[in-house]
């Protein structure tokens, strides 16, 4: 029966099917079904098969994007269930994610927003053109432990720096990590403003953002 | 002589694509995050909402402002000459601009920029007759990155004759910018009657115009100086997956842009432009050599001349990493498809990478290919008539056309001739001549033309002057002294 269940959870996700995935969800509440198991046996499986589809080349951005949207329903879902019977979902980790000031280049920083969510971050993604303090106040509300900063211009880049000397200013690091990306970004500069990752791509940053919170794959 | 055109949409399907992109200025509007345009606009009478910044604009206005802008402008060298003229199907030829990285020619592998590469880069653009007009090719790597876009038009007009496209990537640049434009043309006013630049403009897909972007599109308009609006929908990330989808969302937000832009001053120059991309679904990246952008831009084309305005394309790009033959046949294909289209101005040559990175031997090579483009388009003309019955009923079978001065009347005419970085030597003669590849041929070409580049008439006066613009915006952002230029020059 409930396996039954985890099985359609699972396929709602491969289908990127966010409507079917909530009533999913909702059903597991009704029967009873421990929330914690319903994302483990059922939505997470789906996420794992897109993710696997997508690395082999059989599904393309569409499906995985999808699939990680139905995945975030499913889940909003099942959270004040978790709440109230006082377990938490483990997450890898909270990251607060933002183009910086200046910049309104967002399509690099969308979809490294999404490959962290689908690989379990909890993501706080401002959007586009964010000063320093938004960045760094949103770090300290929600307890981030990395901030991650998209620019795509070579006038922007700079803004990086600031958040990364601001952050050292109020010595908020080691204690949140920063990780920087976007078409201008090099090693170099990453080496320059000592930033703690850097990468040039979406499947890159997750490895990273496992990495700084000691949770890097085997 | 039969017109070459490329029209991929019929008419039906222009007409149905404007008024799809007319409705959507009405709703859902265009977001406006620059407060002097939602004013100008609700003066104008569209329906403005200032907190949530979307500005929701009739036909009427909308027609009223194409009605507005000129069908046609020139651009002018530092000579004064008419250099670039936007006009009907006339096609012109300008590198990529604001590449992050250069191909370097020894390693063959990108790396980030300094001033000599872009001094070395505007003289090889001087050298090359293929290519029409110069632009802020790249941002070198050893000025703040603040001033990373002013800093490159410096150098460029210090270098150049062509005519530039160019951009501001700051709202707080663009002045300087146009101050250096004013101070060569002699004046605002000069340089109002004689533009010698273009400033591109981007909206933000789908349907926003940024701060930043918008206030480049007032002030250009404020002083007449042609802006070229750059309308990228990226299909299926941030605009409709479908490619018509793609033109309606490219037309709505250029409507946009030539409406903000007439309001600011009606008659002000602006272009109908663009670089459009698919998104590629397994990189996630926005590739430019793509078949399909292809397809977006010459459609996009054929809406703007629809509407009679000017028109440009981004499409001489590859998205290949290196010089090779990926770099080729993108770069080819691109450039015969917005030739054919009839845009008046192709940016794109000498550009790799996604739009990030410039090459040297690229440029040269592409200019080869510019040279095609430009003799296929002319097209087969009629030189006598009849057209070889008198000539071949008198040579009759003897077929020594070599000696004929038919021949020799005609064939620099009929021919286009390549540089020697295009090989049609036999094998023997390839080998001779050190069994070079194509990348070698560009390099030692690329070297020869710079070296022999000669300065152009600007006085020490205006370079002095130019040279202080740069210098006050650098010292604003922590830089006290800019780079030496080479000596002699
Ligand atoms: C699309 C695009 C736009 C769109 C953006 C639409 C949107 N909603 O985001 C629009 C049209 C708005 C735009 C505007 C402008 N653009 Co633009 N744009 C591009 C383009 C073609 C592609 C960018 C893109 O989305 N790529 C696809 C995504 C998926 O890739 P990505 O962003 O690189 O992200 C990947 C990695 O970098 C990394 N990553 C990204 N962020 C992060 C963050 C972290 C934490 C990590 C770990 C990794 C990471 O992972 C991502 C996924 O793989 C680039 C060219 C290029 N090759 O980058 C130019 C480019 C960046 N733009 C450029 C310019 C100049 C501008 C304008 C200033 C033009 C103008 N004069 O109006 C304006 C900017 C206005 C402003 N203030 O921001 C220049 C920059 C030049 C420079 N030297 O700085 C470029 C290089 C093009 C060019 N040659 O001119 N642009």
Redesign the pocket.
């Known amino acids: 029966m409930a396996n039954e269940l985890f099985q359609k959870m699972a396929q709602s996700i491969i289908d990127g099917d966010s409507e079917v995935a909530v009533e999913l969800a909702e059903q597991a509440i009704a029967q009873g079904i421990d929330p914690l198991e319903a994302i483990s046996n059922g939505f997470v499986t789906g996420v794992n098969k897109v993710g696997e589809a997508f690395s082999v080349g059989d599904v393309f951005l569409p499906e995985l994007v999808m699939a990680g949207d139905a995945m975030k329903s499913a889940l909003a879902t099942l959270e004040p269930e978790l709440k109230k019977l006082g377990s938490a979902r483990e997450i890898l980790g909270r990251v607060v ?1 933002a ?1 910086v000031e ?11 927003g999404s ?1 962290l969510g689908a690989s379990g971050f909890e993501v706080y993604d401002l959007g ?2 964010q000063p320093a303090e938004k960045i760094i106040g949103k770090a300290l509300e929600v307890n981030a432990d990395i901030i ?10 700079v803004r990086q720096r600031e958040v990364i000397e601001e952050l050292d200013k109020e010595g908020l690091r080691p204690r949140i990590k920063v ?7 090099t090693r170099d500069w990453f080496e320059k403003i000592k930033a703690d ?9 997750v490895k ?2 496992k990495g700084m919170v000691g949770k890097a794959d085997q | 002589m039969p017109r070459l055109k490329l029209e991929l949409l019929d008419n039906d399907l222009v007409n149905q694509i404007i008024s799809e992109g007319i409705a959507l200025l009405e709703s859902p509007g265009i977001r406006v995050h620059n407060r002097e345009a939602l004013e100008l606009l609700a003066n104008a009478g569209a329906k403005v909402d200032f907190q949530a910044q979307i500005a929701c604009i009739p036909e009427s206005i909308t027609r009223q402002a194409l009605k507005t802008a000129p069908h046609e402008f020139t651009l002018f060298d530092l000579k004064g000459d008419p250099a670039v003229h936007y006009f009907g199907d006339k096609i012109h030829f300008d590198p ?5 990285t250069i191909i370097d020619s020894q390693t063959e592998r990108p790396r980030l920029p300094v001033t000599s590469d872009l001094i070395k880069f505007v003289k090889l653009v001087e050298a090359l007759p293929q290519v029409d007009a110069q632009s802020t090719a ?2 070198c790597s050893d000025v703040v ?1 603040e001033i ?2 002013l800093y490159r038009l410096y150098l460029a007009l210090i270098y150049m004759n062509k005519p530039i496209i160019t ?4 709202k707080d640049t663009w002045l300087p910018m146009k101050e250096m434009l004013s101070a060569v043309a002699g004046g605002d006013q000069a340089l109002a009657s004689k533009p010698t630049a273009v ?8 349907l ?1 115009w ?4 918008c206030q ?1 599109l007032i002030d250009c308009a404020r002083f007449s100086i042609p802006a070229q609006l ?3 929908p ?1 299909a299926g ?2 605009a409709p997956v479908t490619l018509a989808g793609a033109v309606v969302q490219h037309t709505a937000e250029c409507l946009s842009g030539v409406v903000i832009h007439q309001l600011t001053k009606e008659g002000a120059p602006i272009v109908w432009g663009g ?1 459009p ?1 698919i ?1 590629d679904m397994r ?4 590739p ?1 050599g793509a078949v399909e952008t292809w397809m977006i831009s010459s459609a996009y084309v054929q809406v703007g001349k629809a509407l009679g305005l000017p028109t440009h394309a981004y499409t001489g790009m590859s998205d290949g990493k290196i010089i090779d033959a990926q770099c080729g046949l993108e770069s080819m294909g691109g450039n015969f498809v917005a030739a054919l289209s009839g845009a008046n101005i192709i940016s794109g040559c000498g ?1 790799l ?4 990175c410039l090459s040297y031997e690229k440029l040269v090579i592409d200019a080869e290919m510019i040279g095609m483009v430009k003799r296929f388009v002319t097209g087969i003309e009629v030189r006598d008539n009849p057209i070889a019955l008198s000539l071949m009923q008198k040579s009759g079978h003897k077929g020594n056309f070599l000696s004929l001065p038919h021949t020799r009347k005609w064939y620099r005419e009929e021919q286009y001739l390549p540089s020697e970085v295009i090989d049609r030597a036999s094998f023997e003669g390839w080998k001779s001549r050190g069994e070079k590849s194509t990348f070698e041929r560009a390099r030692e070409r690329a070297e020869k033309l710079i070296a022999a580049y000669q300065p152009t008439k600007i006085t020490g006066e205006l370079r002095q002057e130019l040279r202080a613009i740069t210098l006050r915006a650098a010292e604003t952002f922590g830089m006290q002294s800019l780079p030496p230029l080479p000596k002699g020059e």
């Open positions: 994610l183009t200046g910049d309104i280049h967002e399509i690099g920083k969308t979809l490294v490959m586009v053109d991650g900063m998209s620019a795509l211009l070579t006038t922007t880049m990780m920087i990306g976007g078409a201008p970004i990752g850097y990468s040039e791509d979406a499947v890159g940053a990273i953002a | 990529g601009s604001g590449g992050l790249f941002i990155p990373g876009d951009g501001a990537f700051r400033f591109d403009v981007c909206p933000s897909p789908p926003l940024s701060e930043t972007t480049n750059i309308s990228m990226l990330a941030t670089s991309a998104f990189e996630g990246s926005t430019m550009m990478d996604l739009e990030s």
